[in-house]
């Protein structure tokens, strides 16, 4: 079936520093998303994209978030700076629509941050 | 506000025997949510294993069933007979129906079986 592809699968970085996690969605899809997982907790949704903006974001989303996806490309996950707290595995999804079979979300494998 | 809870695991069901895993809603904000089952096997991204929309309507796929239950506002999923590669971790989640850009989801279940 269709694939989302995350880069890297596990990125370590010292607290303060920015990273950037990648996300190659579904070559059609039109929706994007990132999910949040802390270790032993469930996964909570942080921000849906569509078409070059962020439709609805969680409380989770802090300021130091952003998301993009310059020229159709890769859809990314920016955290400037980073805090201990962000520390979890984030997950990449993508939809063709938001209503229907459309709706259904396809997820990435997703990808480990450790902020040391 | 909206929530999903479901077994805690991690469960160990032997290959050809009966499993169910509990999956309660809370929808405080969402009429007729819709309900889903995803599944993550070793290795992979998460996939949807079946989902339903309309409240005492069942859903099926891969042998697995669940049956949307407005009463109990339930959701548990169910297989007769399991095999060794139904080995997973589980998800029970809700969506708002044709907005469903937002997934609330449970803690997962990882489901081991024996062979």
């Known amino acids: 079936g269709p694939k989302v592809l995350q880069i890297p699968s596990h990125q370590i970085i010292d607290m303060g520093q920015m990273v950037t996690l990648n996300c190659d969605p579904v070559?059609?899809?039109?929706?994007f998303y990132w999910y949040k997982q802390i270790l032993g907790q469930q996964m909570e949704f942080l921000v849906n994209f569509y078409n070059g903006k962020v439709m609805e974001k969680s409380k989770l989303f802090k300021d130091q978030f952003s998301v993009e996806r310059p020229d159709g490309s890769y859809f990314t996950l920016k955290i400037q700076p980073t805090a201990l707290e962000d520390s979890a595995v984030y997950f990449c999804?993508?939809?063709f629509g938001l209503g229907g079979r459309r709706a259904e979300q396809f997820f990435g494998p997703g990808t480990r941050l450790t902020v040391l | 506000g909206d929530s999903v809870t479901q077994t805690e695991g991690p469960v160990t069901v032997s290959e050809s025997e009966s499993l169910i895993i509990n999956c309660t809603y809370s929808a405080t904000s969402i009429a007729y949510p819709n309900l889903f089952w995803y599944v993550r096997y070793p290795g992979e991204g998460l996939q949807l294993l079946l989902k339903v929309i309309t409240a005492g309507q069942k859903g099926s796929s891969r042998g697995f069933e669940a049956t949307y239950n407005k009463e109990t506002t339930s959701f548990h999923l169910q297989k007769a007979s399991v095999q060794e590669s139904d080995s997973a971790v589980y998800y029970c989640?809700?969506?708002?129906?044709?907005?469903?850009?937002?997934?609330?989801f449970g803690q997962g279940t990882k489901l081991s079986i024996k062979p």
């Open positions: 070559s059609n899809h039109l929706y």
């Open positions: 989640a809700l969506g708002v129906p044709y907005n469903q850009g937002k997934l609330i």
């Open positions: 999804a993508s939809s």
